[in-house]
């Protein structure tokens, strides 16, 4: 479903990715860590079509190192600080891309449809007229998860999801986030250094070191791998082979 | 010689430097404008943005240009009463007041007036969005930013700007018309015969020629920063100073440029 073959990115003398490949099956669940500033933004870019990589191939529902317009309607993605629109209300956020373009939804079919949406995330309807500003970074983040499944995509992406989330509001995320993925039968990639985040979500993982994916496996064995990168990751040590002062 | 050499090279070389930057940074700007008005012609057209866009640029923009060109009417009004007094001819006044306003005046001010209230607010806005990842939300929801953003804003300002004008304008006439009858005499028929007597069609309609392009570059100019803004709040700060100082060294450059194509000998 996601393809990405030898992606090379640079910004300057700066090698950002050196060699990302990686392939995910249909309905996998793929969860990408790595440390600050290894890249994982930009692999997500790169697979998004909102950055084009140096060299390397982006498969993507079929699609080869298409644009946002033509993936548009194969994702769902949900933002870091969730980036919704401010001076839209809630409902029109979560029905954005339904109410645009070729087949677009009327206003009472794309309300009504958000007010679904906005269920299945956990909000009640009070909160489809309200504006993003009145909204707590929860509830802003589940806004921005209704709004990446409002089309039903078969592709979702997830960037730091639970970032800046108490640890409470964080699992209540990790899980919806599992539960919308197994219940769409989507095929999902997050990236994050959250290892919440990875219990709950993936089924495999990959981990983002020196422009590559140092490693890849089940989820399971994430924490049990003997591979020194991995180990100190994960445990978040500060003796190891990668340095703390990036 | 030869220690003056190393000194004259590194003179030339920043010079050099300042020059190449300069350039670029105009060919970027030109581009962009390229870019936009090639956006214009592409549908979808987001009208309903266009709708929200010309009451914020145009109906919220009206108290300060209004309260702009009455002051400035009125001020008129005393200087020419002032400096035609010294040769008898202060009849001039109502005329000359009214020339000033719409020819220069309405549309300068009123376009510096926007440029402050509308180019900061849209390269705050735009570069906000862009440091929070909307510009990014809104390219994977298949809709693209230029199309958007910044068409409804500079289609907006193009429309929204001449009919400042026009209302500026005559709120500074009649600015001049109050200080013309309350504070210097005149008569106040006659005030208003003299204005529409020798005002003529081009006289207004150059001056909302001039709002046209004016609320162009200052919308041009807004988004342009705002899509271009660096990360954080320095960020969106740089950018909105540099679209206002942009945006109102363009109107003066421009108004001089139309100027002398309109009313040039």
Redesign the interface.
Same mark, same amino acid.
């Given at each position: 479903m996601i393809r990405a073959d030898a992606l090379h990115k640079s910004f300057g003398a700066k090698t950002v990715l050196n060699g990302v490949s990686f392939d995910l099956p249909k309905g996998e669940s793929l969860v990408v860590i790595g440390g600050s500033g290894t890249g994982k933004s930009v692999l997500l870019?790169c697979l998004? =079509?909102?950055e084009r990589p140096d060299s390397g191939h982006v498969t993507l529902a079929g699609l080869t190192d298409a644009g *946002?317009?033509a993936? +548009? *309607?194969h994702?769902g993605?949900l @933002?870091? =600080?969730a +980036?919704? @629109?401010?001076?839209l209300p809630v409902w029109q956020n979560v029905a @954005?891309?339904l109410m645009? =373009?070729t087949g677009r939804m009327g206003k009472t079919e794309a309300k009504s449809l958000a007010i679904e949406k906005l269920a299945r995330v956990g909000l009640g309807p009070a909160t489809a007229d309200l504006y993003p500003a009145e909204l707590s970074g929860g509830m802003q983040k589940r806004v921005g998860l209704a709004r990446a499944i409002a089309g039903d995509p078969p592709v979702l992406f997830f960037d730091e999801p639970t970032a800046g989330l108490d640890p409470i509001m964080a699992s209540v995320i990790n899980r919806l986030i599992r539960s919308v993925v197994t219940e769409l039968g989507a095929t999902a990639l997050t990236i994050t250094h959250d290892m919440t985040t990875l219990r709950d979500v993936a089924d495999r993982v990959a981990m983002l070191h020196e422009g590559r994916f140092h490693w890849q496996g089940p989820a399971a064995e994430a924490f049990t791998s003997d591979d020194p990168v991995l180990r100190q990751f994960t445990r978040g040590e500060t003796e190891g082979p990668i340095p703390t002062l990036r | 010689m030869t220690s003056s050499s190393p000194v004259a090279a590194r003179l030339f070389g920043a010079t050099g430097r300042a020059t190449a930057n300069a350039m670029g940074a105009l060919g970027r700007f030109l581009g962009f404008a390229l870019q936009s008005l090639g956006w214009m012609l592409r549908p979808p057209f987001h009208l309903r943005e266009l709708g929200a866009q010309l009451m914020q640029i145009g109906w919220f923009s009206l108290p300060v240009v209004g309260m702009t060109a009455l002051f400035t009417g009125a001020a008129l009004a005393l200087q020419i009463f002032a400096g035609s007094a010294r040769y008898g001819a202060e009849f001039a006044v109502p005329s000359i007041t009214a020339i000033g306003m719409v020819r220069e005046l309405g549309p300068v001010l009123g376009g510096l007036m926007v440029a402050a209230r509308v180019a900061s607010s849209i390269a705050a806005e735009i570069g906000t969005m862009k440091v929070s990842e909307q510009l990014d939300a809104l390219r994977t929801l298949a809709v693209e930013p230029m199309q958007y953003l910044t068409v409804p804003r500079l289609v907006a300002a193009t429309l929204a700007m001449p009919v400042l004008v026009a209302v500026g304008d005559s709120i500074g006439i009649l600015g001049g018309y109050a200080v013309g009858v309350s504070r210097l005499g005149f008569d106040g028929p006659t005030y208003l015969h003299n204005t529409l007597d020798f005002l003529e069609f081009w006289d207004v309609a150059s001056g909302m020629v001039k709002g046209a392009v004016f609320g162009f570059l200052v919308a041009l100019s807004g988004c342009y920063f705002g899509m271009n803004s660096g990360r954080g709040a320095q960020g969106v700060g740089e950018a909105t100073k540099s679209a206002v100082v942009l945006a109102s060294v363009l109107i003066l450059a421009a108004n001089y440029l139309l100027t002398e194509a309109f009313f040039s000998a």
């Open positions: 870019k998004l =079509g909102l *946002p317009r993936l +548009a *309607p994702i993605m @933002f870091q =600080g +980036a919704l @629109f401010d001076s @954005f891309r645009r =373009g | -």
